[in-house]
């Protein structure tokens, strides 16, 4: 059974870059798409971005000038940098797999950021 | 962008009632639309996709309907465990979109 599990700083200070690492564990992260998804707090989701497993990528407009992902397959790992946070990028993250019809399953536990000085 | 509406925002429930949740697209997205619950401090967890496909694992009393832009997901039997919040997602064309979610209460 798949399992993903975020990792990275849960405090990251206005104007710097955010980072995190989903570590896919049971199952390898070859042949499926990957993607970030956000959710500020008491708020709905926003899809962030996908990457293949080959390192192509795609993400929202609406952060893409800030949003870098990469892969690194021999360690069954993806990560996000997104540049120029502010507080409104305070929101837990979530890694998850694309899987049916563009459906996200499963998904990382999730990871909290805050974006404070 | 496609945007996603969801209705109601919020309902109350009893154990036991059927319930229905819609979620409209702002253009047709075929069949391409997935259902998840989620529970506080949890991630959401698929529950349908391609609009009427139980996710495996899944209880049969969750059943999704419709296509091109209107969508619902029915709860047959309201049990303790149903009480979360439900997102819609449209995988019909990037950025995916997420409705704002429907809050099923306890009445």
């Known amino acids: 059974q798949v399992h993903l599990q975020e990792s990275g700083p849960g405090l990251v200070k206005p104007s710097e870059t955010l980072s995190l690492t989903c570590t896919v564990s049971?199952?390898?992260?070859?042949?499926?798409?990957w993607s970030w998804i956000r959710q500020p707090p008491g708020k709905g989701l926003e899809w962030i971005g996908y990457i293949y497993y080959s390192g192509s990528t795609n993400s929202n407009p609406s952060l893409k000038s800030r949003v870098t992902m990469s892969v690194d397959t021999s360690k069954n790992q993806f990560s996000l940098k997104l540049s120029s946070v502010t507080a409104a990028d305070t929101a837990v993250y979530y890694c998850?797999?694309?899987?049916?019809?563009?459906?996200?399953?499963?998904w990382g536990q999730g990871t909290v950021v805050t974006v404070s000085s | 962008d496609i945007q996603m509406t969801q209705s109601p925002s919020s309902l109350s429930a009893s154990v036991g009632d059927r319930v229905t949740i819609t979620c409209r697209a702002s253009q047709s997205i075929s069949s391409y639309l997935n259902w998840y619950q989620q529970k506080p401090g949890k991630a959401p967890n698929l529950l349908m996709y391609a609009a009427s496909s139980l996710q495996s694992g899944v209880s049969s009393r969750f059943s999704g309907s419709g296509s091109g832009t209107d969508f619902t997901l029915t709860i047959s039997s309201l049990q303790p465990e149903d009480f979360a919040t439900y997102y819609c997602?449209?995988?019909?064309?990037?950025?995916?979109?997420f409705g704002q979610g429907t809050r099923v209460e306890i009445k």
């Open positions: 998850a797999r694309h899987l049916n019809q563009g459906s996200f399953d499963p």
């Open positions: 997602q449209q995988s019909y064309s990037a950025p995916w979109t």
């Open positions: 049971g199952g390898s992260i070859s042949s499926y798409y």
